[in-house]
Protein backbone atom coordinates (compact mmCIF):
# COMPACT_ATOMS: atom_id res chain seq x y z
CA UNK A 1 0.00 0.00 0.00
CA UNK A 2 0.92 3.33 0.00
CA UNK A 3 3.42 5.42 2.60
CA UNK A 4 2.61 8.31 3.44
CA UNK A 5 6.59 10.06 5.14
CA UNK A 6 6.86 12.75 7.46
CA UNK A 7 9.99 14.90 8.53
CA UNK A 8 10.93 15.80 10.76
CA UNK A 9 9.52 13.60 12.97
CA UNK A 10 10.18 16.09 15.89
CA UNK A 11 10.85 19.76 16.06
CA UNK A 12 11.65 22.21 18.88
CA UNK A 13 11.29 26.49 17.91
CA UNK A 14 11.07 29.80 19.95
CA UNK A 15 8.68 31.69 19.83
CA UNK A 16 8.82 33.92 16.80
CA UNK A 17 10.51 31.00 14.43
CA UNK A 18 9.89 29.99 10.96
CA UNK A 19 9.55 26.47 9.92
CA UNK A 20 9.09 23.83 7.27
CA UNK A 21 7.49 20.63 7.56
CA UNK A 22 8.01 17.97 5.11
CA UNK A 23 5.31 15.28 3.40
CA UNK A 24 6.03 12.67 0.86
CA UNK A 25 3.87 9.32 -0.55
CA UNK A 26 5.11 7.15 -2.85
CA UNK A 27 2.16 7.05 -4.98
CA UNK A 28 -0.29 8.13 -6.77
CA UNK A 29 -3.17 10.05 -4.57
CA UNK A 30 -6.46 12.43 -5.47
CA UNK A 31 -5.71 14.57 -2.60
CA UNK A 32 -4.32 15.67 0.35
CA UNK A 33 -5.02 17.59 3.84
CA UNK A 34 -3.31 18.84 6.63
CA UNK A 35 -4.33 18.51 10.38
CA UNK A 36 -2.96 20.21 13.34
CA UNK A 37 -3.76 17.79 16.31
CA UNK A 38 -3.83 19.82 19.48
CA UNK A 39 -3.07 18.49 23.12
CA UNK A 40 -6.38 17.39 23.62
CA UNK A 41 -6.66 14.99 20.68
CA UNK A 42 -8.56 17.32 18.46
CA UNK A 43 -7.76 16.95 14.39
CA UNK A 44 -8.04 20.79 13.43
CA UNK A 45 -8.46 21.12 9.51
CA UNK A 46 -5.47 23.26 7.97
CA UNK A 47 -5.51 22.47 4.46
CA UNK A 48 -7.11 20.48 1.44
CA UNK A 49 -4.72 20.63 -1.40
CA UNK A 50 -4.19 18.71 -3.97
CA UNK A 51 -1.80 21.02 -5.97
CA UNK A 52 -0.54 24.25 -5.60
CA UNK A 53 -0.16 26.94 -3.03
CA UNK A 54 -2.66 27.62 -0.30
CA UNK A 55 -2.40 30.52 2.71
CA UNK A 56 -4.25 30.99 5.97
CA UNK A 57 -2.68 33.65 8.19
CA UNK A 58 0.80 32.64 9.16
CA UNK A 59 0.46 28.88 7.86
CA UNK A 60 0.80 27.96 3.91
CA UNK A 61 1.15 25.00 1.91
CA UNK A 62 2.08 23.63 -0.91
CA UNK A 63 1.83 20.17 -2.83
CA UNK A 64 3.99 19.20 -5.84
CA UNK A 65 1.95 15.64 -6.88
CA UNK A 66 3.81 14.93 -9.89
CA UNK A 67 6.83 15.03 -7.51
CA UNK A 68 4.73 13.46 -4.77
CA UNK A 69 5.41 15.26 -1.67
CA UNK A 70 3.24 18.69 0.45
CA UNK A 71 5.12 21.09 1.93
CA UNK A 72 3.32 23.15 5.29
CA UNK A 73 5.15 26.26 6.59
CA UNK A 74 4.23 27.83 9.42
CA UNK A 75 6.02 31.42 9.77
CA UNK A 76 6.64 33.54 13.36
CA UNK A 77 5.51 30.25 15.22
CA UNK A 78 3.44 30.62 18.72
CA UNK A 79 2.94 28.27 21.65
CA UNK A 80 -0.54 27.68 20.44
CA UNK A 81 1.06 26.07 17.19
CA UNK A 82 2.59 23.51 19.20
CA UNK A 83 1.33 19.56 19.13
CA UNK A 84 1.48 17.36 16.16
CA UNK A 85 1.20 17.96 12.56
CA UNK A 86 -0.25 15.15 10.06
CA UNK A 87 -0.80 15.22 6.41
CA UNK A 88 -2.75 12.48 5.11
CA UNK A 89 -3.78 11.60 1.35
CA UNK A 90 -7.18 10.22 -0.32
CA UNK A 91 -7.04 6.99 -1.73
CA UNK A 92 -9.05 6.55 -4.56
CA UNK A 93 -10.37 2.72 -3.75
CA UNK A 94 -13.87 2.35 -4.76
CA UNK A 95 -14.19 4.73 -1.37
CA UNK A 96 -11.82 7.85 -0.15
CA UNK A 97 -10.07 6.33 2.31
CA UNK A 98 -7.19 8.85 4.16
CA UNK A 99 -4.30 7.30 4.51
CA UNK A 100 -2.41 9.52 7.39
CA UNK A 101 1.04 9.91 7.92
CA UNK A 102 3.53 9.39 10.75
CA UNK A 103 3.48 12.77 11.77
CA UNK A 104 5.33 15.53 13.35
CA UNK A 105 5.30 16.45 17.28
CA UNK A 106 6.31 20.34 16.94
CA UNK A 107 6.83 22.42 20.89
CA UNK A 108 7.04 25.90 20.30
CA UNK A 109 8.81 27.65 23.52
CA UNK A 110 7.80 30.96 24.92
CA UNK B 1 -18.56 25.88 10.07
CA UNK B 2 -18.78 22.09 10.02
CA UNK B 3 -19.76 20.77 13.30
CA UNK B 4 -18.93 16.96 13.93
CA UNK B 5 -19.98 15.81 17.56
CA UNK B 6 -18.55 12.79 19.60
CA UNK B 7 -21.13 11.78 23.08
CA UNK B 8 -18.11 11.45 25.15
CA UNK B 9 -14.80 12.92 25.64
CA UNK B 10 -13.61 9.96 28.16
CA UNK B 11 -15.09 6.97 28.93
CA UNK B 12 -14.26 4.01 31.14
CA UNK B 13 -15.95 0.39 30.74
CA UNK B 14 -14.96 -2.94 32.22
CA UNK B 15 -14.19 -5.92 30.05
CA UNK B 16 -17.31 -7.93 28.52
CA UNK B 17 -18.96 -4.75 28.34
CA UNK B 18 -20.79 -3.43 25.26
CA UNK B 19 -20.03 -0.34 24.29
CA UNK B 20 -21.90 2.31 22.26
CA UNK B 21 -19.76 5.62 20.92
CA UNK B 22 -21.87 8.12 19.11
CA UNK B 23 -20.95 10.56 16.28
CA UNK B 24 -23.37 13.37 14.93
CA UNK B 25 -22.32 15.86 12.23
CA UNK B 26 -24.52 18.80 11.10
CA UNK B 27 -23.43 19.50 7.85
CA UNK B 28 -25.58 16.70 5.71
CA UNK B 29 -22.83 14.74 4.66
CA UNK B 30 -22.92 11.61 2.92
CA UNK B 31 -20.01 9.73 4.32
CA UNK B 32 -19.12 9.31 7.71
CA UNK B 33 -15.78 7.34 9.35
CA UNK B 34 -14.73 5.89 12.51
CA UNK B 35 -11.23 5.54 13.36
CA UNK B 36 -8.98 4.81 16.23
CA UNK B 37 -5.71 6.32 16.66
CA UNK B 38 -2.86 4.43 19.20
CA UNK B 39 1.03 5.75 19.90
CA UNK B 40 3.28 4.07 17.17
CA UNK B 41 0.25 2.95 14.94
CA UNK B 42 -1.35 6.24 13.84
CA UNK B 43 -4.63 6.66 12.32
CA UNK B 44 -6.27 3.52 10.97
CA UNK B 45 -9.68 2.95 9.99
CA UNK B 46 -12.35 1.05 11.28
CA UNK B 47 -15.58 1.10 9.44
CA UNK B 48 -17.08 4.09 7.45
CA UNK B 49 -20.82 4.35 5.90
CA UNK B 50 -21.69 6.49 2.72
CA UNK B 51 -25.40 5.86 3.10
CA UNK B 52 -28.10 5.59 5.60
CA UNK B 53 -27.92 1.78 6.67
CA UNK B 54 -25.28 1.11 4.28
CA UNK B 55 -21.88 0.44 5.66
CA UNK B 56 -18.59 -1.28 4.87
CA UNK B 57 -15.20 -2.51 6.69
CA UNK B 58 -12.47 -0.75 6.93
CA UNK B 59 -8.30 -2.14 8.03
CA UNK B 60 -8.98 -3.20 11.45
CA UNK B 61 -12.76 -3.77 11.79
CA UNK B 62 -12.70 -6.96 14.23
CA UNK B 63 -14.66 -7.09 17.94
CA UNK B 64 -16.49 -3.74 16.17
CA UNK B 65 -19.71 -3.45 14.84
CA UNK B 66 -21.59 -0.59 13.21
CA UNK B 67 -25.18 1.44 12.94
CA UNK B 68 -26.51 4.44 10.44
CA UNK B 69 -29.88 4.80 11.35
CA UNK B 70 -29.81 8.44 10.37
CA UNK B 71 -27.93 10.48 7.77
CA UNK B 72 -26.43 12.65 10.87
CA UNK B 73 -25.71 10.32 13.02
CA UNK B 74 -23.29 7.28 13.25
CA UNK B 75 -22.80 4.91 15.95
CA UNK B 76 -19.61 2.65 16.53
CA UNK B 77 -20.48 -0.67 18.86
CA UNK B 78 -17.95 -2.50 20.88
CA UNK B 79 -19.98 -5.62 21.46
CA UNK B 80 -17.85 -7.07 24.08
CA UNK B 81 -14.82 -4.72 25.15
CA UNK B 82 -11.51 -6.24 25.84
CA UNK B 83 -8.51 -4.38 27.08
CA UNK B 84 -7.09 -4.04 23.81
CA UNK B 85 -9.83 -1.63 22.37
CA UNK B 86 -8.43 0.97 25.01
CA UNK B 87 -7.79 3.35 22.40
CA UNK B 88 -8.76 7.16 21.35
CA UNK B 89 -11.26 7.04 18.58
CA UNK B 90 -12.22 9.75 16.06
CA UNK B 91 -15.28 9.89 14.15
CA UNK B 92 -15.10 11.74 10.79
CA UNK B 93 -17.52 12.89 8.11
CA UNK B 94 -17.18 14.48 4.53
CA UNK B 95 -19.11 15.46 1.48
CA UNK B 96 -19.20 12.93 -1.64
CA UNK B 97 -19.73 15.43 -4.61
CA UNK B 98 -17.41 15.43 -7.42
CA UNK B 99 -13.72 16.03 -6.08
CA UNK B 100 -15.25 17.62 -3.04
CA UNK B 101 -13.62 14.81 0.38
CA UNK B 102 -12.48 16.78 2.85
CA UNK B 103 -13.00 15.06 6.08
CA UNK B 104 -13.68 16.96 9.13
CA UNK B 105 -12.80 15.32 12.50
CA UNK B 106 -14.91 15.16 16.02
CA UNK B 107 -12.97 15.65 19.02
CA UNK B 108 -12.22 12.35 19.88
CA UNK B 109 -13.07 9.76 22.55
CA UNK B 110 -10.82 8.35 25.10
CA UNK B 111 -11.80 5.36 25.84
CA UNK B 112 -10.65 3.05 28.29
CA UNK B 113 -11.63 -0.71 29.16
CA UNK B 114 -10.16 -2.33 32.20
Known amino acids: GIQVEQSPPDLILQEGANSTLRCNFS?????LQWFHQNPWGQLINLFYIPSGTKQNGRLSATTVATERYSLLYISSSQTTDSGVYFC????????????FGTGTRLLVSP | DVKVTQSSRYLVKRTGEKVFLECVQD?????MFWYRQDPGLGLRLIYF???????EKGDIPEGYSVSREKKERFSLILESASTNQTSMYLC?????????????FGPGTRLTVT
Open chain 1, 88 to 99: AVHMNTGFQKLV
Open chain 2, 27 to 31: MDHEN
Open chain 2, 92 to 104: ASSLDYRDSHEQY
Open chain 2, 49 to 55: SYDVKMK
Open chain 1, 27 to 31: DSVNN
